[in-house]
Each structure stands twice: as C-alpha cells, then as structure tokens.
C-alpha cells in the first residue's frame, strides 16, 4: 500500500487551467468594463480591445452620474432601503429565531412549521394580492412598503435559530435564576453570543435586497423612489444605443455589491453553504 | 402547581411576543395573500375597479388557461429551462471536486465562480443583451471571424432566445452549485477514501464509485431547489427580453406579470398563481418523500 504525496507538478498544472477557464468566465465582467471606459466608436471593434484604445472614464462616469438619471438619488434610495430591511430584518428574524431556539412555548412547533410553509411560496404567485393589499394600506409606491416586504424573512428566522440551538442551555439557565427576564437574556446574551451568525445574515440579506428588481418594479411609480436596479434598467430602455454609457451604469450597479463580497466573502460562501439557501 | 402553571403561561406568552412580529409581517404578506391568490383564481376581476366589481366565474380561469397559446408556450419554456440544471449540475461538480483537492488558490476561484451569483441580475442582463447582439456584439463577431458565416442572432431569434436565457442561467447558478458542492465533498470521510486505495481503486473509480454517490443528497438537494428556482426566474427575462421575440422566451411568473399588471386582468393572474403554487407544493412534497427514497449510498 501505498500513501500517495500531493503532486504538486499536475496541482500547478491544474491551477493554470483552472485560471484560464476563470478568465474566459469572467469575460463579459471585464467586457463591461472595459466598455465603460471606451469612447463609443470603439465599443465594437473587432478583435475586442481588451484594453480601450482610447480612454474616455471620466466623460462616460460623469455623464452617467451627472445626466437626466439622477443616480446618486437611485443609489441614496437603495442605500436606505437596504439597509433598513436588513436591520428590522435582524431585528425580528432574531426575537423569532430566540424563540424557536430558547422560549419553551405551546404551540412552538406549529407555528415554526407554518413560518417554514411561507417560505415554498414563489413571490409571484401571490404579487397581485400583495399590490392590491399594497393599495388598500397606502404602502404602494413608498419606500416604507419595500422596506416591510422584506423584512418578515422565515430564512433569516431559520438561519439565526440555527445559531441560537447552538448557544449551551445553561448560558440561559443561570441567567433565568439570577432573575433575568428572557428580553433581558436575549439582549445581553443572546444577540451577543450569535453575532457571527447576525453578520453572515445581514451581508446576505442586504445582497439580495440591493440587488432586487421586481419587488421595486410592481410597488413604486415615482421616479424620485427608484432604486439602482430600477434605474438602471429604465436608463438602459433609454439610452439603447450608448452602450458605454449602458455599461458604466451597470458597473456602478455592481461595484459596491462586489466590494461588501469581497470583504464578507467568508460569511457569505459559509452563510451560503451551511443553510443551503437561496435568496 | 399553581406556581408552575404561571411559570408555564409567563414563558408562552413571551414566546408569542417574540415571534409576533414575523408572525404578522407574514400574515398580512404572505399568509393572506396566499389565501386570497386561491380565492381571486376563481373570479374575473379588474384590481383598478374595484370590490364590488368581482365576478366569480368557477372554472373558467382555468379552462381558458390550458387553450391560451401563450400559457402553454410559457410552461414549454419553463420545462426548457430545467435542462439548465443537469447541466450546471455536471459542471459544478467536476468544478468542485478539481477544485477541492487539485489547485492552489482554491478561494479565489470560489469567489470568481460565485461572482456571477452575487451580482445584479438587471446589470448582467444588460450586459448580455450587447454581448449577444446579432450584427456586431462580441459573440457573433468572434463565431464569424472563425468562420461560422451565418452565426445564430440569439435574442433576437425565436428558437435560440430560449436557450441563450437557459446559457446565461447556467453561468449565473454555477457558483452556488459549486459552493454546496465543496460544502458537501468535505463532509465525506476520509477513511473512505483510504479504503478505496487499499482495493486499488483508480482516481476514477474513486470518483465514481465513492465520491458521486456520497454526493447523491447534495445533487437531490440542488436539483429541487434548482426546479423551484427555475419556476421563480423574472428579472432575466424582463429585462433580457420582456419575454420577446413572439413570446418565444415567456415564463410562467413573466405571463402572469404581464397579465396582472400590464393587461390588469387580476382573475386570469391569480389563476396562473394558483397552478405556480400547486406546482411548488408538489414538488415539495416529491423532495420530502424523495429525500428518503432516492438518496443512496
């Protein structure tokens, strides 16, 4: 028998193709930014300028930036609309999640399966009576309405239940003997205890709710609501033929997204892989 | 006992206070809307008309359903786009069990792979539609300059729009793909593995023979999440085609969206929402027996 030592030679090999096949995958990534740099004339030339012949950032960005399309307001509406979603999100997927987890209540199991039932429903299925409902209560077309839909999430209940089951019993028995009431424990140690498990769910949540389009789409009208997925494709309706323009809107759609992965990156694929989950 | 009986009412009605804010938020959002997509199903009814303008008409939604071309087209594309998912299945498998064990680097590339996944929907489908442009995008410059004179015109043709959707959906998953896969191949024990070598097993055999079916609960897994996924594609088709051309690329959920808010009529919509969940539910039900059945190893 023998124990068989990495092979590092066909490893390196094997990295080389592997970092091959990444580039021609990253392709229409780096497509769309290089176009965004080009002046027009150049966008289709052929063979593909990888790297712009001409350079033409700074007109394409401040044109982008500075137009018709106000995308400052675009990204200052999804800015808070992100982040207050993620935070009630938190917030009640959390006390849910404690619940769940540490509150030994009648009728637990019920009610955990009726908030797991929810989550099968296609959005779809159910987005006409959500805008008429949406109508009734006045919450169409305002950013409190988009903040609302997504901040009852039975996958952040279920993930951060996950984090509290491991939290050890006795953690919350002695404190009940001290005399702490379960707010008291769920402030000051429960939501401590599981920050790792808040962290990894908020950089999701705020992902997905930066990068939502149809909720945006069905519940507001107004121009001056919009958020960057919304703009973006209106400016793209619009502007058809600008295509460097098109692409440095789209740039600007991704970058901030791709830089909050890359710093939370071990959250996310952790977060991603431990749950299984799909936003 | 009367102590304990207290104890007993304190503790539930505290756990009622925690988990009534996400049991009203679903409610009123999720819950009664679902009750009322079930009702509406069985009306003809204008939302802009108001209450009083409800019509209850039995079947008839769902009669006209399976004679409406454009329904039947849009289930059609629907069941196309699921051979999406064998094939970002195989992909992301071999990606994964290369990756795992045979590169270095192997965090980078989780990233590259997952940054399709991560990133704004409505950005990459802008991105494509230029990219697949029939005269001068890139893709068909590059087929015509190898010598294909008449390269398809992708979006913009009725039998390859379809496919270029399921091609583009294909690049976007492979990265979840491929981070479960990973997830799921450090989970297999090692020993395994050694066993396998003191058999002689080959590398292939190996793969065949031990890591595929230690796998098989991961690939069920991605495969009915991967099925209610594809069911829930929107904002690829809206902005890549608006389901376009001759409805050619029209899914379930774009119909019923084009029913619901461009031709206002709610009935006809909540209908087609009523079969979305009915089929969701199904599958469901096929993944919790499933999970039992046909996972072996």
Redesign the interface.
């Known amino acids: 028998?023998q124990i068989k030592a990495p092979h590092s030679f066909?490893?390196?090999i094997?990295?080389m193709i592997?970092?091959l096949l990444?580039i021609i995958?990253?392709l229409?990534?780096i497509?769309?930014l290089s176009?965004s740099f080009k002046i027009e004339a150049d966008v289709?030339n052929?063979?593909?300028q990888w790297i712009p012949q001409e350079w033409n950032v700074f007109e394409n960005y401040k044109s982008v930036w500075s137009g018709d399309y106000p995308f400052a307001l675009y990204y200052w509406n999804s800015i808070k609309v992100s982040l207050l979603t993620t935070l009630t999100s938190i917030?009640?997927?959390a006390?849910?999640a404690?619940?769940?987890a540490k509150?030994?209540?009648?009728?637990?199991d019920f009610?955990f399966l009726l908030?797991l039932a929810?989550f099968?429903?296609?959005?779809?299925?159910?987005?006409?009576?959500?805008?008429?409902?949406y109508?009734w209560l006045g919450l169409f077309d305002s950013h409190l309405g988009l903040i609302?839909?997504g901040?009852?999430?039975?996958l952040g209940?279920f993930m951060l239940r996950q984090f509290f089951l491991s939290v050890h019993n006795e953690f919350i028995e002695s404190a009940k003997i001290d005399g702490a009431?379960?707010?008291r424990i769920?402030f000051s140690i429960g939501l401590p205890l599981i920050r790792p498990g808040i962290a990894t769910y908020a950089i999701l949540r705020f992902?997905w709710t930066?990068?939502d389009?149809?909720n945006p789409?069905?519940f507001l009208r107004s121009n001056d609501l919009f958020t960057?997925?919304l703009g973006?494709?209106k400016f793209?309706d619009e502007f058809g033929q600008y295509?460097t323009l098109?692409?440095a809107?789209?740039?600007s759609?991704?970058l901030p997204?791709?830089i909050i992965?890359?710093i939370g990156?071990k959250n996310?694929?952790e977060g991603?892989?431990?749950g299984?989950i799909?936003g | 006992m009367r102590r304990s009986n207290y104890l007993?009412w304190k503790?539930?009605?505290?756990?009622?206070l925690?988990?009534a804010?996400?049991?009203l938020?679903?409610t009123?959002?999720?819950?009664?809307?679902?009750l009322?997509?079930i009702l509406?199903s069985f009306t003809e009814w204008n939302?802009i008309a108001g209450v009083d303008k409800i019509k209850f008409i039995g079947l008839d939604n769902f009669t006209k359903l399976f004679q409406d071309a454009i329904f039947i087209q849009s289930l059609k594309n629907n069941l196309i786009l699921l051979i999406s998912i064998p094939i970002t299945v195989v992909i992301a498998l071999l990606?994964a069990i290369?990756?795992n064990k045979?590169?270095?680097?192997k965090?980078t590339?989780?990233?590259?792979?997952?940054?399709?996944y991560?990133?704004?929907?409505?950005?990459?489908a802008?991105?494509?539609?230029?990219?697949f442009?029939p005269s001068?995008?890139?893709v068909n410059?590059?087929l015509m300059?190898i010598g294909i004179d008449h390269p398809p015109t992708w979006l913009a043709d009725t039998t390859f729009a379809i496919y270029s959707v399921l091609s583009i959906q294909v690049?976007i998953s492979?990265g979840?793909y491929l981070?479960?896969y990973?997830?799921g191949l450090q989970g297999i024990p090692k020993d395994l593995y050694e066993a396998a070598?003191?058999d002689g097993a080959t590398r292939f055999q190996k793969t065949r023979f031990v890591t595929v079916p230690m796998l098989s609960p991961t690939t069920f897994?991605l495969i009915v999440?991967g099925v209610?996924?594809t069911?829930?594609i929107?904002?690829l088709i809206?902005?890549l085609t608006s389901g376009g051309p001759a409805n050619s690329t029209t899914v379930m959920?774009y119909y019923?969206?084009d029913t619901?808010?461009v031709n206002l009529k709610?009935g006809y919509?909540?209908a087609m929402?009523?079969i979305?969940?009915v089929m969701?539910?199904i599958i469901?039900i096929i993944q919790l027996i499933g999970q039992k059945k046909w996972v072996n190893y």
């Not at chain 2, 991560?118 to 990459?124: G, L, N, P, R, T």
Request: glycine share 4%.
């Open positions: 028998m066909s490893k390196m094997m990295t592997i970092a990444s995958f990253m229409p990534f497509w769309m176009t289709f052929y063979p593909i917030l009640a997927s006390c849910a404690y619940a769940f509150i030994n209540f009648k009728g637990r009610m908030v929810t099968m429903v296609p959005g779809q299925a159910i987005l006409v009576p959500q805008f008429v409902l109508r609302l839909l901040s009852f999430s039975v209940t009431s379960h707010f769920f992902i930066w990068n389009y149809q789409l069905i960057v997925q973006i494709s793209a295509y098109i692409m809107g789209s740039v759609a991704i997204l791709l992965f890359i990156q996310v694929i991603i892989a431990g299984g799909k | 007993q503790e539930t009605l505290t756990g009622y925690f988990i804010p996400t049991l938020g679903l009123v959002f999720f819950i009664i809307p679902i009322a997509t509406l939302f990606l290369i990756l045979h590169v270095y680097f965090n590339f989780k990233v590259i792979y997952f940054t399709p991560i990133s704004s929907v409505v950005a990459i802008i991105v494509y539609q230029v990219l442009h001068h995008g890139p410059q590059f300059s690049w492979i979840f981070i479960i990973i997830a070598d003191i897994f999440t209610i996924y069911f829930r929107f904002d809206k902005v959920v019923l969206y619901a808010f709610t919509a909540s929402g009523l979305l969940l969701v539910l469901t």
